[in-house]
């Protein structure tokens, strides 16, 4: 069965940095277009970027230029670096299959504030 989980979140002031890890069981990233999503308090969540199995990396126009999706097949890792982040960048974390979602992890929290 899939497993996600997710670390990396925090506290952080804006125009800040943090790192996220996706660490997968259960299936071969590299085999997949995944994606890192995010849901604000009260909102739906969001793709915000996504890489192929050729490593194609697309991104919202929200966090475009400000983050990097990037994966580690041989860790079996996902990865999300966020730069110059903003107060509405504040959600929970998540990754995930582009299609054919099945479960999710827990995800992990970055909350943007002074």
């Known amino acids: 069965q899939e497993k996600f989980v997710e670390s990396g979140g925090g506290l952080v002031q804006p125009g800040g940095s943090l790192g996220l890890s996706c660490a997968a069981s259960?299936?071969?990233?590299?085999?997949?277009?995944m994606a890192w999503y995010r849901q604000a308090p009260g909102k739906q969540r969001e793709l915000v970027a996504s890489?192929?199995?050729?490593?194609?990396?697309n991104y919202a126009n929200s966090v475009k230029g400000r983050f990097t999706i990037s994966r580690d097949n041989g860790k079996n890792t996902l990865y999300l670096q966020m730069n110059s982040l903003q107060p509405d960048d504040t959600a929970v974390y998540y990754c995930?299959?582009?299609?054919?979602?099945?479960?999710w992890g827990g995800g992990t929290t970055v909350t943007v504030s002074s």
């Open positions: 259960g299936i071969y990233l590299s085999a997949y277009s």
């Open positions: 890489i192929t199995s050729a490593r194609t990396t």
């Open positions: 995930n299959r582009v299609l054919g979602i099945v479960n």
